[in-house]
């Protein structure tokens, strides 16, 4: 049975071929998926991901689409939106509170769920756009907070289909970086420790982080911050002063709003953003002599050198 006929025997219709990937992400940027497919159960998830290395099928798990470029000549092998993974279940033990979340839940979901309840530990996640699966294999966050803080245990599947918790502990962590993410692990569920608190303290912490969010560029198609912080210095202030801010390639433009951000003002080519990365890392390996690194993931099948 070829690789087709195999996928399309477990699960119908449901997987699909050519698949444009660009309006699936916060950036708009994307070729065609060979396979995609979007499961609604963690089984499904565990079998696909079970069936791609049965064939030799490359598998790219996409989340929520944010923090990721993704080549306009398309992905070869199975692309998963996990986006409809996405159930929660609350578990109260005195004050701690345990959110037990599928992969593909909305961090904004979350979010949302801790001011309505008044759980407190989450409030610095406001205005991050993804779903949780994302934020822990990234380890998103601000500058002082990410999800690392929060983990207690996080659920794993490998190319075998077996599925393995790790606790917190057992996980290497760091800034903007998770051991999942170096080894490309797929998430299937995770448990966040909160407490409870006062609906109108957690408002008003939500509210402090959502301020220091003003000086990015909403409303705008981006992946969040390219770059990673250097020690002791902020990316977004090295470019500006680097002079990046307006730059542009295409449709690819520096953000006006903060150094850190490039934004697809319509038909931006992931060929114009690669452009924009290498000369944003130039300019600021000449001025300071510092080299930024990535934050975002970048999907594609060529053997990039960024
Ligand atoms: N700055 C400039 N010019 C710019 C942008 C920033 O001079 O164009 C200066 C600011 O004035 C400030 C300093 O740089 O003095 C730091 O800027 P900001 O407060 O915006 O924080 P950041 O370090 O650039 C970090 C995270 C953001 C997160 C904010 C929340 C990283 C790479 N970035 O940004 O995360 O939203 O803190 O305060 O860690 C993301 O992960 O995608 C992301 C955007």
Redesign the pocket.
């Known amino acids: 049975m070829t690789s087709t006929e195999s996928l399309e025997r477990f699960f119908g219709s449901e997987i699909k071929e050519e698949v444009s990937l660009g309006p699936l992400t916060t950036l708009g940027i994307g070729g065609n998926a060979e396979f995609y497919f979007e499961p609604y159960r963690i089984e499904d998830l565990v079998l696909v991901k079970q069936l791609g290395y049965k064939f030799g099928l490359p598998l790219h798990i996409i989340g929520g689409g944010s923090?990721l470029i993704i080549d306009d000549q398309g992905l070869k092998g199975i692309v998963i939106s996990t986006v409809s993974l996405k159930g929660i279940e609350i578990r109260r033990k005195g004050i701690l509170i345990q959110i037990i979340a599928e992969t593909g839940v909305q961090l904004k979901r979350l979010v949302g769920l801790s001011l309505e309840e008044g759980f407190t530990g989450i409030e610095f996640a406001v205005?991050?756009p993804g779903t949780l699966g994302g934020a822990v294999f990234g380890n998103?966050g601000?500058?002082d907070n990410a999800m690392s803080d929060l983990v207690s245990w996080v659920e794993t599947i490998n190319d075998e289909g077996e599925v393995t918790k790790l606790n917190r502990d057992q996980i290497d962590w760091g800034y903007?970086y998770s051991a999942l993410s170096k080894e490309r692990c797929c998430i299937s569920r995770c448990c966040l420790n909160l407490a409870t608190s006062s609906r109108q303290d957690v408002w008003a912490l939500s509210r402090s982080f959502w301020e220091?969010?003003v000086?990015?560029p909403y409303g705008f198609k981006s992946a969040?911050?390219v770059?990673?912080?250097p020690d002791g210095d902020?990316?977004?202030?090295l470019?500006?002063v680097a002079g990046c801010?307006g730059l542009r390639k295409g449709d690819a433009q520096v953000s006006h709003f903060?150094?850190?951000?490039i934004v697809n003002l319509g038909n931006a080519s992931f060929s114009d953003i690669l452009w924009l990365i290498q000369e944003c890392q130039r300019r600021v390996k000449d001025s300071f002599d510092i080299d930024l690194s990535l934050?975002v993931d970048i999907l594609s099948d060529a053997q990039l050198q960024i």
């Open positions: 923090n205005g991050i998103a601000v500058r903007r220091k969010r000086h990015q969040g911050c770059f990673k912080n902020s990316a977004g202030r470019l500006e801010k903060h150094a850190n951000f934050e």
